[in-house]
């Protein structure tokens, strides 16, 4: 692999890992309840099934890259659809604008470094 391929092939998948532990960073605030034992782990486990979703993604598109720009562009759409239905329930807030940004935005990019990838791997 040229310098170009690998720079092509790790990007992605490091990004993935980081977004995903900034994901799992937000189930931290259930232990600030007082749910109990198994109230926490199931907590725990709501919390975190976006990024166990994202991981299996992760897993599998190591090796199948369109699954990884597929996956995460439409985690990207789907937070921001998250988004827009929360506003159209409470209201809409200045701050849903920077939570797109960070969240979905991360999602897109990833999602389109994957489908380049993947784009390099079916030009050769």
Known sequence: ????NKFIFWTPRILAILFI???AMFSLDV????YGFWGTILGL????????ILLIVVIISWKHEIVG????????I???AMLLITSLKIGFEWYYLLW???????AFV????FLIGWKKIIAR
């Open 1 to 4: 692999m040229e310098k170009v």
């Open 21 to 23: 532990l900034f994901l």
């Open 31 to 34: 232990f600030e309840e007082s």
């Open 45 to 52: 486990f709501m919390h975190n099934l976006p990024a166990l």
């Open 69 to 76: 720009g597929i996956a995460f562009s439409l985690a990207g």
């Open 78 to 80: 789907l937070y921001i």
């Open 100 to 106: 797109a940004v960070q969240i979905s935005g991360i």
């Open 110 to 113: 990833i999602g389109v470094l």
